[in-house]
T-cell receptor, first 116, second 110 residues
Framework: GAVVSQHPSWVICKSGTSVKIECRSL??????MFWYRQFPKQSLMLMAT?????????EQGVEKDKFLINHASLTLSTLTVTSAHPEDSSFYIC????????????FGPGTRLTVL | DAKTTQPNSMESNEEEPVHLPCNHS???????IHWYRQLPSQGPEYVIH???SNVNNRMASLAIAEDRKSSTLILHRATLRDAAVYYC???????????FGTGTRLKVLA
């Protein structure tokens, strides 16, 4: 089946630093990837849609200058949390939309970000 | 966004069938219904999807009401590994963007 990886699986950083999270589709090409965040005991919240070769589109209320998204190839999208603060601590999950089949999404394992 | 409504939690005994309901009364005619499940500290895992007809795969069955305003995910024999949060998802109208509801937390009793 289609596999999506994320790196790192967890990261701890100091307040004010930037953190980059990678999302890769390992065995398929994905023109569209999605980024979600999930707080404890809550559901996934869509943050942004990442399109290969074009600018990402952000959901209402998500700061595009804080969460920088780059989708440089058909298998890689990155999310950079800039000037991270403790309130950015969360579980970040990406998904990739397959062009095969019925356009279902395949999710990565998630990245746990803790900002001290 | 089309809204889905699921019970917050359900319990099942191991080896018994489980029926997880989902209401989606605002679904449009071309929306697929997707089901995913999420184990703690993991990304969601695809379970099944369908449009109008009932669907079966190795993991589960999906029964879709004739008016498409509700659906039921059926796990034929629940195991302890099936304990997870199950999400019934509709894409945002005209897009492929998934909008997650609160999901159903399934507890499987040994």
């Amino acid at each position: 089946g289609a596999v999506v990886s994320q790196h790192p699986s967890w990261v701890i950083c100091k307040s004010g630093t930037s953190v980059k999270i990678e999302c890769r589709s390992l065995d398929f090409q994905a023109t569209t990837m999605f980024w979600y965040r999930q707080f404890p005991k809550q559901s996934l919240m869509l943050m942004a849609t990442s399109n290969e070769g074009s600018k990402a589109t952000y959901e209402q209320g998500v700061e595009k200058d804080k969460f920088l998204i780059n989708h440089a190839s058909l298998t890689l999208s990155t999310l950079t949390v800039t000037s991270a603060h403790p309130e950015d601590s969360s579980f970040y999950i990406c998904s990739a939309r397959s062009l095969d089949g019925y356009n279902e999404q395949f999710f990565g394992p998630g990245t746990r970000l803790t900002v001290l | 966004d089309a809204k889905t409504t699921q019970p917050n939690s359900m319990e099942s005994n191991e080896e018994e069938p489980v029926h997880l309901p989902c209401n989606h009364s605002t679904i449009s005619g071309t929306d697929y219904i997707h089901w995913y499940r999420q184990l703690p500290s993991q990304g969601p895992e695809y379970v099944i999807h369908g449009l109008t007809s009932n669907v079966n795969n190795r993991m589960a069955s999906l029964a879709i009401a004739e008016d498409r305003k509700s659906s039921t995910l059926i796990l034929h024999r629940a195991t302890l590994r099936d304990a997870a949060v199950y999400y019934c998802i509709l894409p945002r109208a005209g897009t492929y963007k998934y909008i997650f509801g609160t999901g159903t937390r399934l507890k499987v009793l040994a």
